[in-house]
């Protein structure tokens, strides 16, 4: 047995392994490092971790998105970065007619629900409009032709919007009803972090219900599962995967809708890093897994915010923020080499990994 | 007869209405507004103009296609019908905009927008000549169908070299200014800005007239001819270019040459990335990692500021070459295991982390931080030291000579086979006892190679490496020219570079829109010719399936086809 | 097509190398540095090296549409209308060797605006200092551009915005003896304008006694910094020192006041934060933000009156980045300079001296610009040296002036 177990180790694995291990000893070093300095206090850490909470919230709606996408198209829809970016982008302006005509803070809950239906609207039409245009006619070309198209529409996309909206920065008004926090004892959370949060809860609740429960969900898992053979049963694959996009495209929206909530200014290129985070999240719970979309943008959300302080700080890294996003793609680094089905799994990993 | 009619209008309809709604887009994005300084013809026709009438004629076109087997009558009126169309959605911004301050979310919805598409008569009758003009325009196009195939080609070609001639404006009177008294011959032809109409029409009328005799000659295909013949092409073809190729700096001067600078560092990176992409199928979006490498390594041994080390650039580029390589290997390593789309988010996170790391504040005593590196060396050969841009040009020359043998032999060898199994089919590519690890790693490290390269030829020339200079946006430069080129061939990275690298640093205009034209190109060369403007043979083969004479079933792997190995 | 194109460009190519031997004749100039000859009908050339695609792009856009207003408002110099064409710097070396090769190369040019940014113009300089021209910069902060036997500084170049050095000692002068603040934390955002003013304002403020209690860095397209912000209340600082941009720091800015631990820290930006976005950006948190700039005091007024309604009117939108105004006054010295040293001609030509004009530029004095009172310094330094603070009220723009 130990021989043919030798023989599956390459040399390449052993020296992957060697750097993992490397990297792994350099993170709990620091970690001990840090909490033996005990420059934060428990207050700050909770701090962090709840801003990282918060910050997932948003990468793990971003992350259903390409989640869905990829459970039923085996692609990574690079677009989905620019289809998160259109729908607060523009309903920025509906925002601020809202604020000129009085309603914004007037009726807080009805300006929330226009300004979340026009994203979801604006960017699950740009989702459907691209799985058609760009999508739909290459399902049976090789690998790599659908993913450079996916690449091309996120660049066409992305500067298309900059040259309708300009480049410049968009303010998106504040709610009067969201200032402020709630504490409980020492712990603050923002009413806007709450929000976010909470949101993202509940819309992961419901795309997983939709998936889980219902007829059309069965149509999604079926098409994931076998284009062919649910073609056969009866069902129609071209209607089934645009309507993928569209939930993706919606959830996206809603999305970015927290995302001004929480950080209130718009821009053309607002969407690509989140885009990438929010895919490393995906993957990281496991992709085309709902929960685990959402579970791997928590966990991810909380890494990248309490990561710096707590593994670089205490190796004497001077101005450890400006690594976080290394920390990001090193964690995601670290999932597909150690395991790539993610954190909840999910059956395909392997052989599409 | 009646349905066939309804669905004829339907479609003119529904085409005229997409044209209508690009037309609206690129207004709003600004592309018309902006290229309307430029003009084609002067004091007639701008480039804006062109970008706008030009949808509406295409779209027009190609809805008179689907009826071609229908009456000339038909075939006009769907055409002009869809040009209207266009034109009245059009008229639809303007209009619009009259009421509802568009402004305020369009940042191009100004006046003078207004202007362009009215054709400067404002409401109403600037709608009433819009509408007229789709119409004319939409038949204008549908009439092309009725031309016979000679025709159309000489009209397309001639229209084309104006429009070229009219945007190249400035680069050609640079050139041609330099020829003294001799440049009159040229200099009627152009006017303060854009072609002077006398100008176009000549130009016209020798293109046309070039073209109709072109295509009336039957010319052998190149691959008919008899071997030796074939050499004797080859060689004149690669004899005539070489010599240009070593003219060209001291012909065009010190403002191309920087251009030729530019456009020959990422031909060099884009040989690499040709490997990596091209020949081995792995999609490598952090390639720009490399090039900083390569770039920072001859910083910190040649710079005097870091006071590490004092070499000469001779002595730090080997060094910068293998350290390139060796990070190639090193970020290869991970990625082994990984296919198609997560090795392309996993190389765009490696090459950000590299320009991270570049730009720490923890690093900064060794690589500089936000400041970068300064005073990095020269090259000296002898007692001349390279330091103009038409000096370096030659080195970047000889960095593509070299690379590009290299990638050439690479190709046809047994190692270019074993790449172009594993971007097939990893694992029947395993399975014929290919090894995997070794074929990923050795490209990835020759892709590296080349970027290194690369990288210390652009240290140099600038004399300072700044990590704001390796940004993803070089790596998606990269990506493009050799996509839009042709993935895996090499003259279509000379090709993909000319066009994509070249085109903005001569149009300003398109500078501005450079991703946006780079993503759809993306879009549109993929949907439409994905083997690129050059294609690899063997590619062109491979996408296009379908096309051959042989029924098949369903698409089989190139591997079962072996007489159309023809490279 | 593309071989068609081959052929055609080959033969030009030869040609061109045929009849390369005759070039155009030299005017008759006494200038040391030869003379740009406008012809009666001809525009006089400026160009400029700005930032005007990419993700830096609103920091040149801005600085062209202020020399724009400029040009707008100015109308004709000596008879000539003005032609503005440019290149793009892409804010990096590249991207001004780039631009400056192209502009030196083009004999026509007089006077150039630029470069947006300071890494740009040390590797343009060289090139333009080379063809004679005069380059003023709107946005250069870096020192070494204009401190005497610095290999960067090369004659010819000049500047209407601050050199870092002075930004950065005034600031920390403002929060030591003003603020009365021993603990301070800096903030950049990597870019050199940002990491140098920063490092100033930390070795003042150590010089003067007081102590940094951490350096962070962030990246300016960031949106979320209350990790960082929570991280940098951990080491109990009583003033926090950023001076980015406005998109980062107007977000730092609102953050900064919902981040437990920092209640009651001062914050203070730099000019690069002096722009009514923050007001806009920062809603309600940005009350009591300081940040340093020109002091406005007496030319302020002109700035809201005549210069914004211009720049709305040509634009359609309120400036997008900060150093219009600086630009602005570029341009004007560019025309004054020019209008004293030209000479026209018996039949309307107008001739250049382009050393004299360099001398003339060198030698403004005393002049009235949107940012000040400037006078520039044999180096190039030609920015007013009276830095003061201002501080944010909400809805309030200009923010009202406080100190010195």
Not at chain 1, 220 to 249: P, W, Y
Not at chain 3, 161 to 170: E, F, L
Not at chain 3, 376 to 385: E, I, K, R, S
Request: hydrophobic residues 50%; contains cysteine.
């Amino acid at each position: 047995m130990l021989r043919t177990w030798r023989q599956r180790i390459t040399f390449s694995d052993v020296v992957v392994w060697a750097i993992g291990l490397a990297i792994a000893f350099m993170v709990i070093y620091g970690t001990i490092a840090t909490l033996r300095l005990g420059k934060y206090t428990p207050a700050t850490w909770l701090d962090l971790i709840i801003t990282g909470l918060a910050l997932g919230g948003i990468y793990a709606l971003i992350a259903l998105g390409y989640t869905l996408v990829y459970g039923i198209l085996r692609m990574i829809n690079f677009a989905h970065s620019e289809v998160f970016m259109a729908g607060p982008f523009t309903a920025a302006f509906l925002a601020d007619a809202l604020v000129k005509l009085g309603i914004w803070n007037r009726y807080p809950l009805l300006s929330l629900v226009l300004v979340l239906a026009l994203a979801a609207a604006i960017s699950s039409s740009i989702a459907f409009l691209l799985e058609r245009i760009a999508y739909r006619p290459l399902r049976t070309a090789p690998r790599l032709v659908p993913l450079i198209t996916a690449i091309g529409a996120s660049f066409f996309l992305q500067y298309t919007f900059r040259g309708l909206y300009g480049s410049g920065l968009k303010g998106f008004p504040t709610l009067e009803v969201l200032k402020g926090y709630w504490s409980l004892g020492t712990i603050h959370i923002l009413k806007t972090q709450a929000v976010v949060i909470l949101g993202a809860l509940a819309m992961m609740l419901i795309l997983y219900g939709i998936v889980q429960y219902t007829k059309f969900g069965k149509a999604m898992r079926s098409v994931s599962e076998d284009k062919e053979t649910a073609a056969l049963m009866g069902i129609d694959v071209d209607r089934t995967i645009s309507v993928t996009f569209i939930l993706g495209g919606a959830s996206a929206g809603v999305a970015g809708i927290l995302y001004v909530i929480l950080f209130p200014v718009a821009h053309f290129f607002m969407g690509f890093i989140p885009g990438i985070k929010a895919f490393t999240a995906a993957v990281l719970g496991g992709i085309g897994n709902v929960p685990g979309a959402f579970l791997g943008g928590l966990i991810l959300g909380v890494l990248e915010s309490v990561g710096p302080s707590l593994f670089l700080d205490g190796m004497g890294i001077p101005a450890p923020y400006q690594l976080k996003d290394v920390i990001a793609f090193i964690i995601l680094v670290f999932i597909l080499i150690f395991r790539p089905s993610g954190i909840l799994g999910e059956r395909m990993a392997q052989a599409k990994a | 007869m009646s349905t066939n009619t309804s669905a004829l209008w339907k479609q003119a309809i529904r085409t005229g209405l997409i044209g209508g709604a690009i037309v609206v887009l690129l207004a709003l994005v600004g592309v018309i507004g902006t290229f309307k300084e430029r003009d084609i013809i002067s004091g007639w026709i701008s480039m804006g103009h062109v970008l706008f009438l030009a949808p509406i004629l295409l779209i027009a076109y190609s809805a008179a296609r689907h009826v071609e087997s229908h009456s000339k009558l038909v075939i006009l009126l769907v055409g002009a019908i869809s040009g209207l169309m266009s034109a009245l959605v059009t008229a639809i911004l303007p209009l619009f905009g009259q009421v509802v301050n568009l402004r305020a979310m369009f940042a191009n919805a100004s006046p003078d927008l207004y202007k362009i598409l009215t054709f400067g008569q404002g409401i109403p009758l600037g709608v009433i000549i819009l509408l007229l003009v789709g119409f004319l325009i939409g038949g204008l196009g549908a009439s092309l169908l009725l031309l016979p195939l000679r025709a159309r080609k000489v009209l397309s070609q001639a229209v084309v070299w104006v429009i070229l001639a009219g945007l190249l404006r400035e680069l050609i009177v640079v050139v041609i200014s330099r020829w003294g008294v001799m440049a009159y011959i040229f200099r009627w032809m152009f006017a303060q800005n854009g072609l002077a109409p006398v100008g176009a029409i000549a130009i016209f009328v020798i293109i046309g007239a070039l073209t109709f005799w072109q295509s009336g000659k039957k010319r052998p295909a190149p691959r008919d001819l008899p071997p030796h013949q074939k050499r004797k092409r080859t060689l004149v073809t690669l004899g005539g270019a070489g010599i240009i190729l070593i003219i060209l700096p001291l012909v065009l001067g010190v403002y191309f040459s920087e251009i030729l600078d530019t456009v020959g560092l990422y031909i060099l990176m884009g040989l690499g990335l040709n490997i990596v992409v091209g020949f081995a199928g792995l999609l490598d979006l952090g390639y720009v990692a490399f090039f900083a490498i390569g770039a920072y390594t001859v910083g910190i041994l040649t710079s005097p500021e870091l006071g590490l080390f004092h070499l000469t650039y001779w002595q730090a580029l080997p060094f910068a070459v293998m350290v390139a390589v060796l990070a190639g290997v090193v970020l290869g390593l991970p990625v082994l295991k990984m296919r198609g789309d997560y090795l392309a988010i996993v190389t765009l996170g490696f090459g950000e982390i590299i320009r991270i790391l570049a730009l720490s504040d923890w690093l900064k005593p060794w690589l500089g931080g936000s400041q970068g590196i300064q005073q990095i060396a020269h090259p000296w050969i002898g007692g001349l030291e390279l330091r103009n841009q038409t000096q370096l040009y030659y080195l970047i020359l000889v960095g593509i000579a070299i690379a590009g043998f290299i990638a050439w032999r690479l190709k046809d060898s047994r190692l270019g086979r074993s790449w172009m199994a594993v971007r097939e089919d990893e694992d029947v590519a395993q399975a014929m006892g290919i090894n995997l690890v070794a074929t990923k790693l050795l490209a990835f490290a020759t892709g590296a190679f080349f970027a290194g390269l690369s990288g210390t030829i652009f240290a140099t020339k600038l004399t300072a490496a700044y990590p704001h200079s390796f940004s993803l946006f070089v790596s998606i430069n990269a990506l493009c020219l050799i996509i839009i080129g042709g993935m895996g061939s090499i003259p279509g990275v000379v090709v993909g570079s000319l066009v994509l690298m070249g085109s903005p640093e001569l149009l300003r205009e398109f500078a501005e829109y450079r991703y946006l034209v780079y993503g759809a190109l993306l879009v549109v060369m993929m949907l439409m010719k994905p083997e690129g403007l050059w294609p690899e043979a063997r590619r062109r083969l491979e996408l296009h399936e379908e096309n051959e004479l042989v029924p098949h079933e369903e698409p089989q792997p190139v591997l079962n086809n072996p007489g159309q190995l023809g490279g | 097509m593309f071989k068609r194109m081959f052929v055609a460009f080959s033969l030009l190519i030869v040609a061109s190398m045929v009849l390369t031997a005759c070039g155009p004749k030299a005017y008759q100039c006494t200038d040391a540095l030869g003379c740009v000859d406008i012809g009666p009908s001809d525009p006089i050339h400026i160009a400029y090296a700005l930032v005007i695609a990419g993700p830096d792009e609103t920091l040149g856009i801005d600085s062209r549409n202020g020399a724009e207003v400029a040009i707008a408002m100015k109308g004709q110099v000596l008879g000539h209308d003005i032609k503005f064409t440019g290149e793009d710097d892409g804010c990096s070396a590249e991207g001004g060797q780039a631009a400056g090769t192209k502009l030196a190369a083009d004999p026509t040019i007089v006077a150039i605006i630029g470069t947006s940014c300071s890494s740009a113009a040390r590797v343009a300089m060289p090139l333009i200092s080379q063809a004679g021209m005069v380059m003023i910069s709107a946005s250069n902060t870096a020192v070494d551009l204009t401190v005497a036997g610095n290999p960067n500084n090369y004659p010819g170049y000049l500047r209407t915005a601050h050199s870092d050095s002075v930004q950065g000692a005034a600031a920390a002068k403002f929060a030591f003896e003003e603020m009365g603040v021993r603990k301070a934390a800096t903030i950049h955002d990597g870019s050199m304008y940002a990491d140098q003013l920063q490092q100033v304002f930390a070795k003042s403020f150590k010089e003067m006694g007081g102590t940094i209690t951490t350096t962070e860095a962030v990246d300016p397209n960031q949106t979320d910094f209350k990790s960082v912000l929570t991280s940098v209340a951990a080491t109990g600082p009583e003033f926090i020192y950023y001076p980015i941009f406005v998109k980062a720091g107007s977000l730092i800015t609102r953050q900064a006041k919902e981040t437990t631990g920092l209640e009651g820290v001062y914050l203070m930006g730099a000019d690069g934060m002096f722009s009514p976005d923050v007001v806009e950006g920062a809603g309600d948190a940005v009350e009591g933000l300081y940040v340093s700039s020109p002091d406005l005091a007496a030319f302020g007024a002109d700035y809201v009156a005549v210069f914004l309604p211009k720049y709305s009117e040509m634009f359609g939108t309120e400036p997008i980045s900060i150093f219009h105004a600086h630009a602005y006054d570029a341009a004007n010295i560019i025309f004054a300079a020019i209008e004293k040293v030209a000479v026209k001609d018996a039949d309307g030509t107008l001739h250049i001296g382009r050393q004299a004009l360099r001398d003339a530029m060198y030698a403004t004095q005393d002049f009235k610009g949107l940012t000040g009172n400037l006078t520039c310094t044999p180096t190039g330094d030609c920015a007013d040296p009276k830095i003061a603070v201002y501080q944010y009220h909400v809805g309030l723009y200009p923010p009202e002036r406080i100190w010195p």
